[in-house]
């Protein structure tokens, strides 16, 4: 799969550096990352069947002092908004969320292209701060910013991480 490794490996640093504990949710885009977190005994990946129950999972987390983050596809994002809109947002839990970007330019899937279509202008209706993933350079300060302010507002907050930062031709 030509998921980029070097590029997984600094999305998951970045994590690391805020502090991160316990990562839920996997998706194909986000193999290394989860394959990073299974082999990190400071790390806890909780593999889930549906996306919203890891609205409820971050939330415990929060409450029992452990950052964490959500790792999830777009579409899974979408299959999560009922947990979002009326937990995390309702109950102010910081909610720090890496969503891998599919259905964009250069899509093979068409399956995957509709989610595309939505994911910012859902974003955008539900006030949920957001920002790409789209360049190494950039990862590590967009991750620590995106965490600062989802802890400093007490709010979900979305980074969409892109074909350009993930895969490799």
């Excluded at 998951?12 to 805020?18: E, N, P, Q, R, T």
Aim: with cysteine; glycine share 8%; net charge negative.
């Amino acid at each position: 799969m030509p998921v980029s490794l070097q590029n997984s490996q600094l999305i998951y640093h970045a994590l690391k550096s805020c502090g991160i504990q316990l990562l839920s949710l996997p998706e194909t885009w986000l193999v290394h990352l989860i394959h990073f977190a299974e082999d990190d005994p400071q790390m806890t990946l909780v593999r889930l069947a549906k996306e919203e129950e890891g609205v409820g999972l971050s939330a415990g987390a929060h409450f029992g002092g452990v950052k964490s983050a959500m790792l999830m596809q777009n579409h899974g994002f979408l299959a999560a908004i009922n947990g979002v809109v009326s937990f995390a947002h309702l109950y102010k839990i910081p909610l720090l969320m890496l969503i891998s970007y599919r259905g964009t330019f250069g899509e093979r899937d068409p399956w995957q292209t509709q989610g595309g279509n939505v994911t910012e202008p859902l974003l955008r209706a539900m006030n949920i701060p957001y920002s790409f993933l789209d360049a190494p350079a950039s990862v590590e300060k967009r991750i620590r910013d995106a965490h600062t302010l989802a802890e400093s507002s007490l709010q979900p907050v979305a980074l969409l991480l892109t074909r350009d930062l993930m895969w490799e031709e």
